[in-house]
């Protein structure tokens, strides 16, 4: 009895997991024991778009490396300040795309739902990081336009929760809206984009698994990992717990410089994804968002990663290789 009562105490909650989130950068540098130097910029860059780490992620860094790549993708650097004038706000068009409060329409069949501003982590080369949260709703009940326009448009097929992290909502909004997109028949597929079982894996919990096992739609979980040092330990686990409960499962990696922009890197990727059931489904090329221009790759060298990847892997593990152009009916293949 006493053991039971030992092991519920000690069940990791989701909630407590993202509130204990490093959001100081001083603190994130004096963890991973990295140059004092690293301060004073990392302050500024915080400004415009602060950190947020949580504790799982800071667990697969090496300590002492400023150049970890998992550490790359999150401490604000100056170049940040640096951003040439192609570098900007909404480089991909959300906002000539956004239909309704909320609600993003760029391609056939689609409909994508901005469900909340927050995430588990930020990561510095977010398309996103300048999106303008505060115009979208907050509560379930201001989203009803975009779920009517769904609903009055039998074209659609598929619902995209994006964000922000869609599963940094709670269970019980997250059931909500699960219920509103069941009485719209001809959706069938909910997809969800999300993070979180990279960075907060506590979140894949069995009312999780409930709420996406339990609806009319089919469920299609979008992961974002970029680096296979992102795939251990307890992120392994919440990908396991997916698998198991049946979930269709992708990736989308964005391609960055210093973090996953050599042949290896992008090879072990893949084949530590597959090992975890989980199909890469997208290379992105960085989407020029201003503060973010010490991460692009070019496209030529994009291109050769890819032709390289080809001759090593199997076609199913050779991600597609996008970009988002403005105005385009689809993502735009690059290779
Ligand atoms: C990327 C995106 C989608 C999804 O595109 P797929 O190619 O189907 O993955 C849908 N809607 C919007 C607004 C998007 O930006
Ligand atoms: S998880 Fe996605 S939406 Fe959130 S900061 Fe990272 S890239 Fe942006």
């Given amino acids: 009895m006493q053991h039971t009562e030992f092991a519920v105490l000690r069940q990791p909650n989701w ?3 993202f509130a204990w989130a490093i959001r100081n950068s001083d603190e994130l540098i004096d963890r991973l024991q990295l ?5 004073g910029p990392a302050r500024l860059a915080a400004e415009t778009f602060p950190l947020v780490v949580p504790e799982s992620f800071l667990a697969r860094m090496k300590t002492g490396d400023p150049s970890d790549p998992l550490l790359r993708q999150v401490l604000p650097i100056s170049h940040e300040l640096e951003s040439p004038a192609t570098y900007q706000i909404d480089p991909v068009g959300d906002q000539a795309a956004r239909v309704l409060p909320g609600l993003l329409q760029k391609y056939e069949g689609r409909a994508l739902l901005i469900t909340t501003g927050a995430c588990a982590v930020h990561c ?3 398309f996103r990081r300048h999106y303008p949260y505060q115009d979208d709703p907050k509560g379930l009940e201001e989203l009803e336009p975009a779920f009517a326009q769904i609903e009055a448009d039998r074209t659609i097929r598929e619902v995209i929760l994006s964000g922000g ?4 909502r709670t269970d019980s909004w997250l059931s909500r809206l699960g219920e509103r997109i069941n009485r719209i028949p001809h959706v069938e597929v909910v997809r969800i984009h999300t993070r979180l079982p990279i960075v907060l894996p506590d979140r894949v919990d069995p009312s999780l698994i409930a709420w996406m096992t339990e609806s009319r739609w089919k469920p299609v979980v979008v992961l974002h990992a970029n680096h296979p040092n992102e795939l251990v330990d307890d992120c392994a686990d919440a990908i396991g717990r997916l698998r198991e409960a049946g979930m ?3 990736n989308q990696a964005v391609l960055l410089r210093g973090v996953n922009d050599d042949v290896e890197t992008l090879e ?7 090992q975890l059931g989980v199909l890469p489904y997208y290379l992105h090329q960085l989407d020029r968002v201003r503060g973010a221009a010490h991460f692009e790759v070019s496209l030529d060298q994009g291109r050769r990663l890819i032709e390289e990847l080809r001759k090593r892997l199997p076609g199913y593990l050779v991600p597609r290789f996008v970009q988002e152009i403005e105005g385009e009916p689809s993502k735009t293949p690059l290779a």
């Fill in 124 to 126: 510095r080369y977010c």
């Fill in 268 to 274: 072990q990727l893949s084949r530590r994804l597959i």
């Fill in 165 to 168: 992290d869609p599963l940094t």
């Fill in 15 to 17: 909630r407590d997991s």
């Fill in 35 to 39: 140059p004092e130097s690293l301060k």
């Fill in 248 to 250: 269709v499962l992708l």
